[in-house]
């Protein structure tokens, strides 16, 4: 089991049966998700989750470490405990998510996607050259990448629980999400003015935690 004290996890756990764990993006600790207002922006709403922001990063670029990390020292433990565990990705985290997605059947019981990374601008040019995902066909050496892996999913992804996938108008990484979009019809979108950074996410965040998608704390 890796000790997720050395992936600097931050917790705000109230006895909740529902948990929502952030997968932060890169250079980015759980402690910045925190005082970006995420955690503050649930419990001002009083909504019934516990909260679990992990460090993802500290593992290296791999991400299969990473994967595999969020697999068994996360969800795994989390899915014998909780009745519901969501995901939140921003940025690379993001790209982690859907790429959990890609390899793990029924895994979680919701998504958010902050501004997800779609992956190298090499991987997705190399799907366009080759006619786009309709008609590319990863090679057995792509598929051993779990960026292609997820893309190779993403030709017709198997996810039927709710999904949110929100970005600025002006992020850099627009054109790839919009691929992104463009596969995940069952997403509800959100764009919103903004760039790469929390302007954006912040105001996305507050949608998705507007939604309705968890209930409120019932009061003693």
């Avoid at 009083?46 to 969020?70: K, T």
């Avoid at 902050?114 to 090679?139: C, F, K």
Wanted: hydrophobic share 45%.
């Amino acid at each position: 089991m890796t000790d997720l004290k050395v992936l600097s996890a931050i917790t705000d756990c109230q006895g909740a049966s529902s948990l929502m764990v952030f997968l932060p993006g890169a250079l980015m600790t759980p402690q910045r998700m925190v005082d970006a207002g995420l955690f503050s922006a649930v419990r001002e709403r009083g909504l019934n989750l516990d909260l679990l922001a992990v460090n993802l990063h500290a593992l290296g670029d791999s991400n299969c470490e990473a994967l595999r990390v969020l697999a068994e020292d996360v969800v795994a433990p989390a899915r014998a405990q909780y009745e519901q565990v969501w995901l939140t990705g921003i940025s690379r985290g993001g790209q982690l998510t859907l790429s959990y997605l890609a390899e793990h059947a029924a895994p979680v019981d919701g998504v958010c996607l902050l501004a997800p990374y779609p992956g190298n601008r090499l991987t997705i040019n190399h799907i366009r050259r080759a006619g786009g995902l309709d008609v590319w066909e990863p090679s057995e050496a792509e598929l051993k990448d779990a960026e292609f892996r997820m893309w190779h999913w993403l030709r017709q992804p198997d996810f039927h629980k709710p999904l949110f996938l929100g970005y600025g108008a002006q992020d850099r990484f627009a054109d790839g999400m919009q691929l992104l979009v463009k596969q995940l019809p069952q997403a509800t979108f959100v764009e919103v003015e903004g760039e790469h950074d929390w302007a954006a996410w912040m105001p996305l965040w507050m949608q998705f935690l507007d939604a309705g998608h968890f209930e409120t704390k019932v009061e003693a």
